[in-house]
């Protein structure tokens, strides 16, 4: 019992991790290119597509600063 409730916590770190590793590259690339697409066009894009619909996919712009 304690070496399964060992196993999953190490598993669920080592997925977590992988979780971390992913989201901060992909923040290095948003950084360096600059762009980004805003939440209420996301927002609008995925709504559509839950309603079936197959709207373009939003465009990446610079930010503003």
């Not at 190490?10 to 590793?21: M, S, T």
């Not at 290095?28 to 939440?39: C, D, L, N, Q």
């Amino acid at each position: 019992f304690i070496l399964d409730a060992t196993a999953e916590r190490v598993d669920a770190e080592e997925r977590f991790d992988e979780y971390r590793d992913i989201a901060e590259q992909r923040y290095r690339e948003i950084v360096a290119s600059g762009e980004t697409i805003a939440w209420s066009e996301m927002r609008t894009f995925l709504k559509e597509r839950l309603t079936g619909k197959e709207p373009a996919c939003p465009v990446p712009r610079r930010r503003l600063r």
